[in-house]
């Protein structure tokens, strides 16, 4: 009788969680092919039942809920975590109620970074008052940043910064971000005055993601880019001259669709 219960339930269950498995062969068609679709599937339907209130507001409109879902798995980040933010946010279109809203978060673009192949490191630290930085484009391959890991009180986040060395051991383009910048950024964003938004939850990841996300302009973001290589060099052994070692341009992002960007970094700048 308990199993039949249980079965009857779930049948009517049609909340966001039961959706997502409802919908697991498109879920796991999108995620990329060195995902697992079953692992994937299982956090995206534990991030929503672990937490009320996104369960809630994925309730007001499942569709919209879903849709944030698939953009994470696009990109085969993880749902509910922070490579991959989802934050009730209040729509106007559904009378003041709350909706889901997914937010790539800084260790997403780490990752996407890393996975198109490029880069051996990627760097993205916070600076605080008590730190000391210096970094002079032109002349310095990257930033000097002293941290008094045993101080009691390291201060107010003044700045980030982010950079990549890649796999020949070139150093990327540097991003700094001072506080202004980092509050111009944070004004464009559309859910910065929900009490569930990253930004009021865990202020320094955004600032964090608010450089890498710069950075993500200058290095690959897309397994794209190793196709390409691959294609040069196939036409170098071919005969054809070779562009080793030349600066990457400003690259095409995975995340221009899903995380438009703003306008761009301020380098070699940081004010208290």
């Known amino acids: 009788m308990t199993e039949t219960i249980s079965n009857a339930i779930a049948t009517r ?6 959706q997502i498995e409802q919908y697991r062969d498109e879920y796991a068609a999108l995620v990329p092919s060195h995902i697992n679709p079953d692992q994937w599937i299982r956090l995206a339907v534990g991030a929503i039942r672990g937490d009320k209130n996104l369960m809630l507001a994925a309730q007001t409109d499942v569709g919209v809920f879903l849709r944030e ?45 890393y996975r198109a192949g490029a880069v051996s490191t990627v760097i993205v630290e916070a600076v605080r008052a008590a730190d000391s930085f210096e970094y002079v484009p032109g002349r310095d391959d990257r930033p000097v940043h002293g941290i008094d890991w045993f101080g ?4 107010d986040l003044v700045g980030v910064y982010a950079y990549a060395v890649m796999k020949d051991g070139a150093v990327s383009k540097v991003v700094v971000l001072n506080r202004k910048r980092v509050m ?27 450089a890498v996300r710069q950075l993500a302009k200058w290095v690959p973001t897309s397994a794209e880019y190793m196709r390409e290589q691959l294609r040069a060099q196939a036409e170098v052994a071919a005969g054809a001259p070779s562009v080793a070692g030349a600066p990457l341009p400003p690259q095409p992002s995975a995340l221009d669709d899903y995380d438009p960007a703003d306008e761009g970094p301020i380098e070699g700048e940081l004010v208290d």
């Open 13 to 18: 269950d049609n909340g966001p969680a039961a």
């Open 69 to 113: 879902m698939k953009v994470a798995a696009r990109l085969g980040l993880e749902p509910g975590t922070e490579q991959f933010y989802l934050t009730p946010r209040k729509s106007k279109a559904h009378g003041g109620r709350q909706i889901i809203k997914g937010i790539v978060g800084y260790q997403g673009i780490v990752e996407l970074i």
């Open 152 to 155: 009691a009180d390291r201060g």
């Open 184 to 210: 111009e950024i944070k004004a464009k964003s559309d859910s910065k005055n929900s009490d569930y938004s990253p930004w009021n939850t865990n202020e320094e990841s955004m600032w964090l993601k608010s």
